[in-house]
Nanobody, 129 residues
Framework: RVQLVESGGGSVQAGGSLRLSCDYS????????VGWFRQAPGKEREGVAA????????YYADSAKGRFTISRDNAKNTLYLQMNSLKPEDTAIYYC??????????????????????WGQGTQVTVSS
């Protein structure tokens, strides 16, 4: 059974930090790109950060650069997103997902999420001002 389970969300004040985790089970994780996406109320889903687990190459949305760090533990099949200097505009439900195809990094349009499947249920992040 395929499961992607996100955790680590919560409520923080602006400037605070959170570390999200995504545990994969039932699917192959290594040699795929995996990523974090978010969706705020009334807005489209958007990519935040992604990583190709084969090489470790990372991809970030402009809004995440310098504040968020994506990492993975291949032995544990776990993906992380360290979020620092959080802003109210980071408030959203955060999802992890795995790329549909192995042995490749992310395309230029990765932030749309259409190349990704196997989505988790999401974890809420709320940042207050």
């Amino acid at each position: 059974r395929v499961q992607l389970v996100e955790s680590g969300g919560g409520s923080v004040q602006a400037g605070g930090s959170l570390r999200l985790s995504c545990d994969y089970s039932g699917i192959t994780y290594f040699r795929y790109s995996v990523g974090w996406f978010r969706q705020a109320p009334g807005k489209e889903r958007e990519g935040v950060a992604a990583i190709y687990t084969g090489s470790g190459r990372t991809y970030y949305a402009d809004s995440a650069k310098g504040r968020f760090t994506i990492s993975r533990d291949n032995a544990k099949n776990t993906l992380y997103l360290q979020m620092n200097s959080l802003k109210p505009e980071d408030t959203a439900i955060y999802y992890c997902a795995r790329h549909l195809s192995p042995y490749q990094g992310c395309s230029a349009s990765w932030k749309k999420g259409t190349d990704f499947g196997y989505w988790g249920q999401g974890t809420q992040v709320t940042v207050s001002s």
